[in-house]
C-alpha cells in the first residue's frame, strides 16, 4: 500500500498491496469493537459490505461472527479483483507499465533525495540503484513494502484473500469489480509530475509511516469508519483522492446497483477506506434508494 501518500495509494489500490464514519443519507448504527459490516436489502436481493484490509498482521481478527454469518448466507463474493491471492499473475503488466530503463530513477531525483533513498536501500542490503529500472510510482509502491514487511504485516493475511479461500472452500462464486491490469493502471497512468509527487513524499515520510499504518489498522479493528475516514484523507491530494477512491466508488456502487436488481444474497469486500467519507459506496448507494444499515 510506506509514507502517507505512497501508503494510501497502494492501499487503495488492493491488487498492488485498505481500503473509510456514516457519511450522509446513510443509516448508521452503534459503532462495535470490531470492523465495521453493512447491510443492504432492496427486494429479494440483500448485499453485505465489509471493509477489508489488503495487509494485515497473521493474529488480527477479521472474521467476527457476524461476518461468519453473513458470508454463510451469502451466493456470491465480490472483491476489487478476483486475483487478488495471484501476484505472479501481474509480473508482466507490472514491468510492462512499471519499468522504464532508459530514464534511471536516481537520475530524476534531486540530490537530497538521491541520499535519503541510498540510506534506505543500504538499511536493507541493497545498492543505492536498486529501483533505478522502475518508474516512480512502481519505486513509491515498492519502498511501501519494506516498513510493513519489517513490522509483520503480510498480503497473505489480508482479508480479500482469506474471504476468497473461504469462498473457494464453500463453492461460493468469486466476482471482481475491476482488474488486475486496471487497478495498476490507475498508478501506471498518472503523469510524471504526479509519480514524482508520490516518489517524493514517500521519501520524505518513509519514517512515520509505519506509525500511520498501525493507526489506521487499528481504527479499522474497532470499527471507527470516522478515523478511516479522516486518516485515509490525510495528505492524500485531490487528484489522488479522485483517481483512487472517489471516482472508483462510482464504478463500485454502479455495479452494486445492477447487481441488487438480481434476487439473491452476495458479500462485499473492498478496501475499507471505500466504505466511509462523504464519497462512499454506501452514500452513492443511498443516492439510488438503496440504504446502507451498519450491523
Not at 12 to 20: P, R, V
Not at 150 to 160: E, N, R, W
Not at 163 to 170: D, I, M, N
Not at 274 to 283: E, M, N, Y
Amino acid at each position: 500500500m510506506t509514507t502517507q501518500s505512497t501508503l494510501r495509494a497502494g492501499r487503495a489500490i488492493c491488487g498492488l498491496l485498505l481500503g473509510l464514519a456514516a457519511a450522509l443519507g446513510v443509516a448508521a448504527g452503534p459503532a462495535g469493537a470490531e470492523p465495521a459490516l453493512w447491510k443492504v436489502e432492496s427486494g429479494g436481493s440483500t448485499a453485505y459490505l465489509y471493509g477489508s484490509v489488503h495487509l494485515l498482521k497473521h493474529d488480527a481478527v477479521w472474521d467476527t461472527p457476524k461476518v461468519e454469518a453473513a458470508l454463510g448466507q451469502s451466493q456470491e463474493l465480490w472483491l476489487e479483483i478476483t486475483d487478488v491471492d495471484d501476484p505472479a499473475s501481474m509480473q508482466t503488466t507490472v514491468r510492462s507499465l512499471g519499468t522504464d530503463p532508459a530514464h534511471p530513477l536516481t537520475a530524476r531525483l534531486d540530490p537530497a533525495r538521491q541520499k535519503r533513498l541510498a540510506a534506505i536501500l543500504s538499511g536493507i542490503g541493497a545498492p543505492p540503484t536498486a529501483l533505478d529500472p522502475m518508474r516512480p510510482w512502481l519505486a513509491a509502491v515498492t519502498l511501501s513494502v519494506f516498513p510493513m514487511q519489517k513490522a509483520g504485516y503480510d498480503p497473505a493475511a489480508g482479508v480479500d484473500r482469506l474471504l476468497k479461500q473461504a469462498a473457494v472452500k464453500r463453492g461460493i462464486p468469486v466476482f471482481g469489480f475491476e482488474t488486475s491490469a486496471g487497478q495498476l493502471h490507475y498508478l501506471a497512468d498518472m503523469s510524471e509530475a504526479e509519480q514524482m509527487d508520490m516518489l517524493n513524499q514517500s521519501l520524505d515520510d518513509y519514517d512515520t509511516a509505519l506509525a500511520d499504518l498501525d493507526e489506521l489498522e487499528a481504527a479499522w479493528e474497532r470499527g471507527d469508519d470516522a478515523a478511516i475516514g479522516r486518516l485515509e484523507r490525510k495528505g492524500m491530494t485531490p487528484a489522488l483522492y479522485q483517481r483512487l477512491l472517489a471516482g472508483r466508488n462510482v464504478l463500485f456502487a454502479q455495479q452494486l446497483i445492477a447487481r441488487m436488481k438480481k434476487p439473491g444474497v452476495i458479500f462485499v469486500a473492498v478496501g475499507a477506506a471505500h466504505l466511509a467519507g462523504p464519497d462512499s459506496v454506501q452514500t452513492l448507494l443511498a443516492r439510488a434508494g438503496l440504504k446502507a444499515v451498519r450491523q
